[in-house]
């Protein structure tokens, strides 16, 4: 009998038995320094963390007391793969905020609109397809598309969102060598990382684009009613029915810790999507479901999300004039909504090499590479204004300009480089350089 010999690695003894889809279950490269930010004397413009300290907490609690009150025994038991119909028929009237007529029983709940994400790609996604997504593009919905093996292909955005004659060239250049492309995954408003919002025009031209390419689009919406100044365009689920699954979300307008988001899908793939949610979990959260429709119900929810906006604009202009007077020579978009400022910052500087200065020097920001799965990104960083005060958001900027003036020094010591504000050679003028 031959000796079996050990394999996997030391860390790990399972190694070799995984299937081949984990291997796309990556831990992100600056997991452990966001560790590390999580301490309370570190200004974190990094995470997307909602302010839920501005809800009414007493209407949450009166929700959460009338429930177990008169419903108790529904709350605390399973019920049905698609979710409540009364939750259902209240996300009709949260999607009409945005143009979007349903019917309410083509609506799947699901556990967060990340999880929504998860069952579209179960559904659709085989190894080698491919998803056309902005570049950049929400990096937790790339981790899903890679571990169903996709590969993710960027098509470049400006400040008005997606380019469509980029996406026309990128659907070409991937059926030329072959490719299958499965989807189209798009956050056209308030984008998360890049700030920008899809204009109207474009949405048109977009879903024309979809439409004569047979690709199905994956509109995904966490952010549209989260707006400053004027609401986003309607959504591309206004417009098309059946070539579009719109993903929305409690999350950004109530509270993630429900995990309440929807999926809403043309009806055979709503079928489809029944059967995966079932399979995955057999039904959404009775209790968070029941919790959000009765705060639906009795709390003034618009008005919830008008003071949510007001806080995240006020935090918002706190962070561009923070920029404007420390890092004059970066440029970035300026959003009229959501959560994120996508920073372009000039040549001689790679973010991700310098989050760990910068958490040593008490601020944390996602670096750029996060967002891109082709290493892309380097110039950019993403500073999100949801959670800290304009304080925090001002006192965060201001140490951020520290550490860049203290990476250029190190930089001009060691590469000869030459400063960045003699030349000026390095700078961006238009957000468009994002792409
Ligand atoms: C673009 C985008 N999609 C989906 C999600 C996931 O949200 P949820 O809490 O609904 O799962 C997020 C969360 O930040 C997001 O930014």
Redesign the pocket.
Known sequence: MTEQLPTGTNLDPWFDHYAERAAGLRASEVRALFAVASRPEVVSLAG?MPFVSALPEDLVQGSIDEVMRTEGPVALQYGSGQGFPRLREQILDVMALEGIRANADDIVVTT????A?ELVSKLFLDPGDVVLAEGPS?V??MVIFRSYQADVDHVPMDEHGLIPEALREHIAALRSQGRTIKLLYT?PSFH?PAGVTLSWERRLEILQIARENDILVLE?N??GLLYFDRPAPDALRSVEEEGVIY?G?F??TLA?GF?V?WALAPHAIREKLVLANEAAILCPSSFSQLVISKYLETADWKGQINTFRGVYHERKNAMISALEEHLPEFSWTNPHGGFYVWVTMPEPLDSKAMLPRAVKELVAFTPGTAFYGDGGGRQNLRLSFCYPTSDQIRLGVRRLANVVRGELDLLETFAGTGSLTDTGAHRFTTPTDMA
Do not use: E, F, V, W
């Not at 967060?112 to 999880?115: A, D, F, M, V, Y």
């Open positions: 997307g967060g609109s990340q999880h994400l929400y937790t919905a956050i998360n995904d966490p952010y993903l979300t999350s950004k993630p995990r988001g």
